[in-house]
């Protein structure tokens, strides 16, 4: 029995879809928002939240300077957030059940404070649970200083969890975070773009 799973969120976990969040810019005018946004990854401000080395009050001051008009923290919040479109309950079951089998699950997930503070969290709590019930660990990039695919958020999770990468399924939506997962010893399942980590169980 393979007795760790560790799972990527974004792509596979939670559902995103990045043009809600380009177009949610857009309606507040940061009209060159598409160059700051990919599906695997940030740049500038947006990576510097999701990497740690930016907080929440400076990525809202930085963001600011891209938009022609007066925003609140709450709307530039929620343009980011628009980013997430939830967690699909069954998946959430599955989950527990494979908790419940003895296996255990982690998380290690480029994401961001306001992100994970907020649609996230309210994702996880549909059955009344929070993340902590779902998962035996949690490693965020804006928390290790480190984004995937480098192998240092990697270490973080083997080394914070005591667990060795060859007994460790890992689940990914990028093809370059599942190589580098590889590369360490995981053994990667690549789950494409629109489809469901479920059927690869």
């Not at 160059?35 to 740049?43: D, N, P, S, V, W």
């Not at 997930?109 to 993340?131: C, H, K, Y």
């Not at 200083?145 to 240092?152: E, R």
Request: aromatic letters at 10%; a negative charge.
């Amino acid at each position: 029995m393979i007795p760790n799973y560790l799972f990527d969120l974004g792509g596979v976990i939670v559902d995103i879809r990045r043009q809600d969040c380009v177009d949610a810019f857009l309606k507040l005018g940061f009209e060159d928002i598409a160059g700051f946004l990919g599906e695997y990854g940030q740049k500038g401000a947006f990576l510097k939240l999701e990497d740690g080395s930016m907080g929440p009050d400076e990525f809202r001051r930085e963001v600011r300077r891209h938009i022609p008009r007066e925003v609140t923290d709450a709307q530039i919040d929620d343009a980011l957030n628009a980013f997430i479109t939830g967690i699909p309950v069954e998946r959430l079951v599955a989950l527990r059940q494979l908790r419940n089998k003895g296996h255990r699950l982690y998380v290690i997930s480029n994401t961001n404070p306001i992100m994970w503070d907020g649609p996230i969290t309210r994702a996880f709590g549909q059955e009344g649970l929070t993340v902590d019930d779902y998962f035996d660990g949690v490693v965020t990039s804006f928390e290790a200083g480190v984004c995937k695919p480098d192998k240092a958020i990697f270490n973080e999770v083997i080394e914070r969890f005591g667990i060795r990468a060859e007994e460790t399924v890992f689940f990914d939506d990028s093809a370059d975070n599942c190589r580098i997962g590889a590369e360490m010893g995981f053994k990667a399942v690549h789950v494409p773009p629109g489809s469901s980590f479920l059927p690869l169980l």
